[in-house]
């Protein structure tokens, strides 16, 4: 029994360390990223980065029409972020900032657009942000390189 809970400790131990939360960061990076990429590439007109298609403006003008800002505006601003932070967190730079922004997007949309969602979608959202705000992107960022390189 005692060895048992030795190799049980042990691995506990290291499954609590840098190595194993940096893999799990990275992952969270990448899906939390994906789930906004995915978005953001449903709202541009194909073969394009950044151009809103006229389907999504309509959408923001109808559907999204409770977020309290411009239609033009807001398609033309989800679509940046749904693009831009997504991409920044996939290098891990500025994690926590891009990851703050998204739970920004994910709170706009369950307050003014699903507000039905919270459970099936957001709450999953909000959790991966907030554990990027909280714990960074990890050994395996960018951001982790640039703050080796600051000692």
């Known amino acids: 029994m005692a060895a048992t809970l030795t190799r049980y400790d042990a691995a506990t131990r290291w499954l609590s360390g840098n190595v194993p939360e940096s893999l799990l960061l990275a992952l969270v990076r990448v899906v939390l990223g994906g789930i906004f990429w995915r978005s953001g590439q449903t709202k541009v007109v194909e073969g394009t980065w950044f151009q809103v298609s006229d389907g999504t403006l309509e959408l923001f003008r109808t559907e999204y029409a409770g977020v309290p800002l ?81 000692g």
């Open 70 to 150: 411009p239609p033009e505006f807001t398609a033309v601003m989800a679509n940046a972020a749904e693009h831009v932070l997504p991409a920044l967190l996939l290098l891990g730079l500025f994690s926590r900032l891009s990851a703050l922004g998204l739970l920004g997007m994910t709170l706009t949309i369950q307050f003014f657009v699903y507000p039905e969602e919270w459970w099936a979608q957001h709450s999953l959202w909000a959790a991966l942000a907030l554990a990027l705000i909280l714990r960074g992107g990890g050994l395996f960022s960018l951001d982790a390189l640039l703050a080796r390189r600051r």
